[in-house]
């Protein structure tokens, strides 16, 4: 390899480097958002997603609502990515991932707080046990679009998906 063709590469390197810091930087207060205890019965959170890598490279957006009342919760996510590289074929396309779970507090009322959303069959209940369902459609442009479910278990601290 020549010394042009290295430092080329090290430039390229090092701008991709500083471009992930910058954006781990610029979005690290959203990144804890999930930590604040809710304030109503229901919530929306939002973000987009970026993925600069192999195998895959995409961009999107992503959309989480709660909503709870006693013991019963109902966790939904949205979300739609552009991939640029992606597993399976060479080539990009559009990808929706859609979720939505139900969830059941068991036992005592144990913690102080609720933490409502950690994803569709799973959540931070102000019970010490749950039991989830969540259902799952994954839609693409080559063919694979699948449904899916998935089940969940908590009892204390231990969580079982």
Known sequence: MSNCCRKDCMQYLSYRLFF????????KAPLTAQEAAPTTAYGV????????GRPVTRVGLLVNTYFYSGRL???????????????GP??????????????????????????????P???NFAYRH?????????GDQIG??????????????????
């Open 20 to 27: 992930i810091v910058l954006l781990f930087l610029a979005w």
């Open 130 to 138: 749950a039991l989830a369902y969540a259902v799952h459609y994954y």
């Open 121 to 123: 069959a799973l959540g």
């Open 45 to 52: 959170r939002g973000g987009l997603v970026v993925a600069l």
């Open 73 to 87: 919760q109902w966790n939904t996510e949205w979300r739609l990515h552009h991939n640029f590289r992606q597993y």
């Open 90 to 119: 060479p080539g990009g396309g559009w990808e929706v991932q859609l979720s939505s779970g139900l969830l059941l507090g068991l036992g005592e009322s144990s913690l102080p707080e609720r933490r409502p959303f950690w994803g």
């Open 144 to 161: 694979t679009s699948q449904f899916g479910g998935s089940l969940a278990w908590q009892a204390g601290r231990f969580q079982l998906q």
